[in-house]
């Protein structure tokens, strides 16, 4: 294999080539960035990189590593960081313009223990401003293009890490997903999302969007890779009161454990509103898978039509108040006024932009007296009835799956202007983000207009091998 094609290749894979040592630390990053030089101008995947960085520590790793039998699998693998996330010493702009110039005195939790497994961090990707969006157009620092296609959008809000995956411009990502951010990009650019239970993956270092939701999860090429980096990330961290102290064991993957498995197919998903040529591509795999699995049932989460008004509810509610801290006092952008009530309402004026300043706009009246309880208050209501949907389902069922998005990639500017529009390509992802499970992103077989289709798989709290198990099992259906 050509040295420049390393890149291309999964985690897996150059972990193997470096233990065989057929291949160099310096030769991955050397492809990677190749990567990155073709394509970057077009696609605008990355905020910063940090290139020079990344080679010197590719050399000191070449030069130090000397025992590759207990080489952890994601040493010398070059990462790229989504950019709400910390990285010690770094920009973390979360995409606007009010954080333009900050760097983190700190590691986020899972950035630290990927460092510890002796990661390269190449770089920060872009995002929708503030992780909101699903279109990744609501960037401070541009646009990003879908590598499939570049006048497609690439998903959001993690579009740039998912962009980054699907042209090689890095090995492995982290992401962010509070209602599907994970997984729709992955879905749009064709690659794997894995969204993990809330709790699993500490939250420290994560900038907040809605606390309730927030997740960091990983993007990658496959399912086994996915495996490999949240089996790093995953655990409990006492920098975050909402990680869960359980052991985490070492996510292999096991396809020969769909036989074990029923699956669960809810009909509240393959109606109006899905486009009917991702419908018969979930119901192509659907039939495929059971040949392998247990069985397939069809099960009901009655509550699913209410899922993007919950969602919406208690997303901006969460933000209006996570946000309040950016008035230009501590850290960010200032515009300077003689008077303090100009310069906040001056700094968040010009610091934030629509999307943002419309979210603070509506959680702050969902939270405001005489509308908590009946904005909020009954968004958490609807969202205990949905989780309790979920409860009831997998009495019967092992993992459910779903449609990741109903329709495929929509082109750059075509929702932008309708935000009621863009906010439905969450339909299918934000059920999940609401129950607090986890929930991965697979790419069909089968395309639309050049486009794989995402296939989402939903588990039980908890229960991310059974869902990485299962979604083993569906990509190599498709090998």
Same mark, same amino acid.
């Given at each position: 294999?050509?040295?420049?094609?390393?890149?291309?290749?999964?985690?897996?894979?150059?972990?193997?080539?470096?233990?065989?040592?057929?291949?160099?630390?310096?030769?991955?990053?050397?492809?990677?960035?190749?990567?990155?030089?073709?394509?970057?101008?077009?696609?605008?995947?990355?905020?910063?990189?940090?290139?020079?960085?990344?080679?010197?520590?590719?050399?000191?790793?070449?030069?130090?590593?000397?025992?590759?039998?207990?080489?952890?699998?994601?040493?010398?693998?070059?990462?790229?960081?989504?950019?709400?996330?910390?990285?010690?010493?770094?920009?973390?702009?979360?995409?606007?313009?009010?954080?333009?110039?900050?760097?983190?005195?700190?590691?986020?939790?899972?950035?630290?223990?990927?460092?510890?497994?002796?990661?390269?961090?190449?770089?920060?990707?872009?995002?929708?401003?503030?992780?909101?969006?699903?279109?990744?157009e609501?960037?401070?620092?541009?646009?990003?293009?879908?590598?499939?296609?570049p006048?497609?959008?690439?998903?959001?809000?993690?579009?740039?890490?998912?962009?980054a995956?699907?042209?090689?411009?890095?090995?492995?990502?982290?992401?962010?997903?509070?209602?599907?951010?994970?997984?729709?990009?992955?879905?749009?650019?064709?690659?794997?999302?894995?969204?993990?239970?809330?709790?699993?993956?500490?939250?420290?270092?994560?900038?907040?969007?809605?606390?309730?939701?927030?997740?960091?999860?990983p993007?990658?090429?496959?399912?086994?890779?996915?495996?490999?980096?949240?089996?790093?990330?995953?655990g409990?961290?006492?920098?975050?009161?909402?990680?869960?102290?359980?052991?985490?064991?070492?996510?292999?993957?096991?396809?020969?454990?769909?036989?074990?498995?029923?699956?669960?197919?809810?009909?509240?998903?393959?109606?109006?509103?899905?486009?009917?040529?991702?419908?018969?591509?979930?119901?192509?795999?659907?039939?495929?898978?059971?040949?392998k699995?247990?069985?397939?049932k069809?099960?009901?989460?009655?509550?699913?039509?209410?899922?993007?008004?919950?969602?919406?509810?208690?997303?901006?509610?969460?933000?209006?108040?996570?946000?309040?801290?950016?008035?230009g006092?501590?850290?960010?952008?200032?515009?300077?006024?003689?008077?303090?009530?100009?310069?906040?309402?001056?700094?968040?004026?010009?610091?934030?932009?629509?999307?943002?300043?419309?979210r603070?706009?509506?959680?702050?009246?969902?939270?405001?007296?005489?509308?908590?309880?009946? $904005?909020?208050?009954?968004?958490?209501?609807v969202?205990?009835?949905?989780?309790?949907?979920?409860?009831?389902?997998?009495?019967?069922?092992?993992?459910?799956?779903?449609?990741t998005?109903?329709?495929?990639?929509?082109?750059?500017?075509?929702?932008?202007?309708?935000?009621?529009?863009?906010?439905?390509?969450?339909?299918?992802?934000?059920?999940?983000?609401?129950?607090?499970?986890?929930?991965?992103?697979?790419?069909?077989?089968?395309?639309?207009?050049?486009?794989?289709?995402?296939?989402?798989?939903?588990?039980?709290?908890?229960?991310?091998?059974?869902?990485?198990?299962?979604?083993?099992?569906?990509?190599?259906? $498709?090998?």
């Amino acid at each position: 294999m050509n040295k420049s094609d390393l890149a291309r290749l999964s985690i897996a894979a150059i972990h193997q080539k470096l233990k065989n040592k057929e291949i160099k630390f310096f030769d991955v990053i050397e492809s990677v960035f190749q990567q990155i030089k073709n394509n970057e101008k077009k696609i605008s995947a990355y905020i910063s990189l940090f290139e020079q960085e990344s080679f010197e520590q590719a050399q000191q790793l070449d030069q130090t590593v000397k025992d590759f039998s207990n080489l952890h699998p994601l040493t010398g693998i070059p990462f790229a960081i989504k950019d709400n996330i910390c990285v010690k010493d770094k920009l973390a702009t979360c995409g606007s313009r009010i954080l333009h110039n900050f760097n983190s005195p700190y590691d986020a939790t899972a950035v630290q223990r990927l460092k510890d497994a002796g990661v390269i961090i190449i770089g920060k990707t872009n995002l929708d401003e503030f992780a909101m969006g699903s279109s990744n157009e609501t960037s401070y620092f541009g646009k990003v293009a879908n590598p499939l296609n570049p006048e497609y959008v690439p998903g959001g809000s993690s579009g740039g890490s998912a962009a980054a995956i699907a042209y090689s411009g890095c090995l492995g990502a982290l992401g962010t997903d509070t209602g599907g951010s994970v997984r729709l990009p992955a879905a749009f650019c064709g690659v794997v999302g894995l969204k993990p239970t809330y709790g699993r993956v500490s939250r420290y270092g994560l900038i907040a969007f809605a606390s309730s939701l927030d997740c960091i999860g990983p993007i990658t090429k496959t399912v086994q890779d996915a495996a490999l980096i949240l089996s790093t990330i995953a655990g409990h961290d006492p920098y975050d009161a909402t990680s869960v102290n359980m052991p985490v064991n070492q996510f292999l993957c096991n396809p020969d454990a769909l036989k074990d498995y029923t699956i669960g197919v809810p009909q509240e998903y393959f109606t109006k509103g899905l486009d009917p040529r991702i419908a018969q591509i979930v119901e192509k795999t659907i039939a495929e898978l059971g040949k392998k699995c247990k069985a397939v049932k069809q099960i009901s989460l009655p509550h699913t039509s209410y899922t993007i008004a919950t969602y919406q509810l208690i997303c901006t509610a969460e933000a209006s108040s996570n946000l309040a801290r950016y008035d230009g006092v501590k850290y960010g952008l200032r515009i300077t006024k003689d008077d303090l009530i100009e310069m906040y309402e001056q700094t968040r004026g010009q610091g934030f932009g629509a999307e943002v300043k419309r979210r603070i706009l509506l959680g702050t009246y969902g939270l405001s007296k005489g509308y908590y309880d009946e $904005y909020y208050g009954t968004a958490q209501k609807v969202r205990a009835l949905i989780k309790q949907d979920f409860d009831q389902a997998f009495k019967t069922c092992d993992i459910i799956i779903t449609p990741t998005a109903p329709t495929p990639p929509f082109k750059l500017g075509e929702k932008i202007a309708d935000p009621l529009t863009m906010y439905l390509s969450d339909l299918f992802t934000t059920s999940a983000s609401l129950a607090g499970l986890p929930a991965i992103s697979i790419p069909s077989r089968d395309k639309i207009n050049g486009f794989p289709a995402g296939i989402q798989l939903i588990g039980r709290a908890f229960a991310e091998q059974e869902v990485l198990n299962c979604a083993d099992a569906i990509e190599k259906l $498709y090998a």
